[in-house]
């Protein structure tokens, strides 16, 4: 492959120069304008400082979960189970890079895929019911699940 690479660097010139969005970007899967200067609503809520708020939101709304149609408004907090029979963290089945969406979705490494249990919407022609409506898996913290979400 190497032997390739400066007809290919040739190729790319434009202008005596490669293009700024070579030179810039590491992903090149994508157009520039899908990935351009995107920043993750997650980061930005953190350097705003409105994390920490939306976290203590959402806990508080445990406290009487309606998070699912089920409406059970039951104390997640205190690790009580409504309808979806999951407590204070949730279940998690699989995780796993996956390689079946269109490329610019999946990179290099595959998107990241997150399969939860005890799925209580129970949706008839549901495709992988045998890992979402059951209590097959791991109880994860938030943490955990982040870090999944990071590998």
Known sequence: MSKFLPTIMKNL??????PDTITRRHLYLAPP???G???PVAVKAHRSGMLKKKVDLARKELENCTACPRNCKVNRME???GACNT????????AFPHFGEESVLQGWNGSGTIFFGMCNLRCVFCHNWDI????????????????????
């Open 79 to 81: 690790d009580k189970k």
């Open 87 to 94: 407590g204070r963290y949730a279940i998690v089945s699989s």
């Open 37 to 39: 200067d995107y920043e």
């Open 13 to 18: 010139m434009v202008r005596g120069r490669l």
């Open 132 to 151: 979402s409506q059951k209590k097959n898996g791991w109880e994860l913290k938030p943490e955990e699940i982040a870090d999944l979400m990071l590998k």
């Open 33 to 35: 304008f899908l990935v």
